[in-house]
């Protein structure tokens, strides 16, 4: 009677160490949130790319003064100008008055300065009017009267600040004869004060042509 109670207990033992060796190990289970991870992060990666890139392509832009940007009015002709819509060009850009009289010999030598360079597209001269008691009227009677026929403008109070701050009080002093040269990237080259004859407004003027 015992030997047979030992040998049922040992046939369910044996049974049960069958069942256990042939059960499927159980499934390693990865989050969602691992498996999302990673495709995530390398999207992100590839996106950025061409967003970094572009920024190292792009092109500064000039700086330039808010002078450059003026709507400025030929006494001569009516037309409206601006330096910055005409960067490329190289101007020699003179602050005057009607009054002063080392005005009137410095232009005189720039007429004869335009003769000594010739017709040129990429040159132009603009004479400013920095005396806020002169108006257009004043100011074209002044150029007919001697044959300044070059572009000719009044400034704003705002320009005749901004081309103090920049360029010292000395270029708001017209019998100084306060000139700059504007080269084609719309860099600013003052002249030394005092009048400039034609020869010497040719050489200073060429380098930049």
Not at 106 to 113: D, S
Request: negative net charge; charged residues 20%.
């Amino acid at each position: 009677m015992m030997q047979k109670k030992i040998f049922v207990v040992s046939g369910f033992f044996v049974i049960a160490l069958l069942i256990a060796a042939c059960s499927p190990a159980p499934a390693v289970q990865t989050s969602v949130a691992e498996v999302e991870a990673v495709p995530a992060e390398e999207n992100t990666a590839v996106e950025q790319m061409p967003a970094e890139s572009a920024s190292a392509d792009s092109p500064q832009q000039p700086d330039f003064p808010a002078w450059y940007s003026a709507q400025l009015t030929d006494i001569n002709t009516g037309e409206v100008l601006s330096i910055s819509e005409n960067i490329g060009k190289v101007y020699l850009v003179e602050t005057m008055a009607v009054w002063c009289s080392n005005c009137l010999r410095q232009q005189q030598e720039v007429k004869r300065f335009h003769d000594l360079l010739g017709e040129r597209d990429d040159f132009e001269s603009i004479g400013i009017n920095i005396d806020p008691n002169e108006d257009t009227v004043l100011l074209t009677g002044y150029t007919q009267k001697n044959g300044f026929d070059w572009i000719y403008v009044v400034a704003s109070n705002e320009m005749i600040d901004e081309i103090s701050a920049l360029y010292g009080s000395q270029f708001l002093n017209p019998p100084s004869t306060p000139m700059l040269i504007i080269d084609r990237q719309g860099n600013p080259h003052p002249l030394g004060f005092g009048i400039k004859s034609a020869e010497e407004l040719l050489e200073a003027v060429m380098p930049y042509l």
